[in-house]
């Protein structure tokens, strides 16, 4: 079963997108957080991957962003976010999928957002079908190496920015100090540990639980607490002085879990759909 808010707002959609654009989509997945069972209610995002026909024109995307713009009106419906592909899309290395529609944030771009081996992985593994074949039938392509290479890359020129970024007068250190922040940045960094310990994919929260697992008890109590920012909407600290100092210990942790993902990657990456 959907969480209700995650039914309401993918029915609102599909019933606006027929209207706008009859028989243009055929397929739609959810991903993200509903899929790998971790919604969080006023907090998580609907992450989707709709299936087009035909790659989306200018036309078509015109009407696109007014399907977006009426269904996110609605101020009591989680936020829609995801990528417009085709099958063949999916059939191939997500490397070479072509740009296409994203929706974000209230707005859709063109770009490769979206367009990653995560979001491929994601959808073989553990998508939920709405309309279309189930994903077992579409023959995504999931290489581990290349889920493994692109995992890395986001270490190093995102999370490990993110980190150095975090120390200093900066909005990414403005951010650090936030509940948001913490469970971003520390929940962040260890699903990609786990990543690329696993060859699969966990939601943040089994980011979570995987990292008191994986790293000990020295850092057991920021990992619980970023636990306990992910399950609550985004709210001020409660003192300036603990907020540093829970930054302090986040921003170590991400250093920490960094470094130890780097150190996984050095091994092959097991894959859990090959017999031993």
């Not at 490769?112 to 995504?140: F, K, M, N, Y």
């Not at 020295?218 to 909407?233: D, G, S």
């Not at 907020?243 to 470094?259: G, H, L, Q, V, Y």
Request: glycine share 8%; hydrophobic share 40%; net charge negative.
């Amino acid at each position: 079963m959907l969480p209700e808010s995650v039914q309401r707002v993918t029915n609102s959609y599909l019933s606006a997108v027929d209207d706008a654009l009859p028989g243009v989509i055929e397929g739609l997945y959810l991903v993200g957080s509903t899929a790998l069972d971790d919604f969080q209610p006023g907090v998580s995002d609907v992450d989707f991957i709709a299936v087009t026909s035909a790659p989306i024109d200018i036309e078509a995307e015109l009407a696109l962003s007014s399907v977006h713009a009426r269904v996110g009106a609605d101020p009591d419906l989680p936020a829609l976010q995801g990528p417009y592909v085709t099958f063949d899309d999916l059939r191939a290395s997500p490397a070479r999928a072509a740009e296409g529609p994203f929706h974000h944030d209230g707005s859709l771009e063109t770009g490769r957002q979206g367009r990653s081996p995560v979001e491929w992985v994601t959808l073989a593994r553990h998508g939920i079908c709405l309309r279309g074949p189930q994903p077992s039938a579409l023959d995504i392509a999931t290489d581990l190496d290349e889920l493994a290479d692109w995992t890395l890359n986001n270490l190093d020129r995102y999370w490990a920015v993110w980190a150095n970024r975090s120390r200093g007068a900066t909005p990414t250190a403005m951010a650090m100090l936030t509940d948001w922040g913490v469970a971003w940045g520390v929940l962040g960094v260890s699903r990609l540990h786990y990543t690329l310990a696993t060859g699969e994919i966990t939601s943040k929260t089994g980011a979570g639980y995987h990292a008191r697992e994986a790293f000990g008890f020295r850092w057991t109590k920021i990992v619980n607490e970023a636990l306990r920012c992910r399950a609550h909407p985004p709210g001020p600290p409660e003192s300036m002085e603990a907020a540093m100092e829970r930054r302090a210990e986040a921003t170590d942790f991400m250093d920490f879990a960094i470094e130890a993902a780097r150190s996984k990657r050095r091994a092959p990456v097991p894959n859990p759909d090959q017999d031993d």
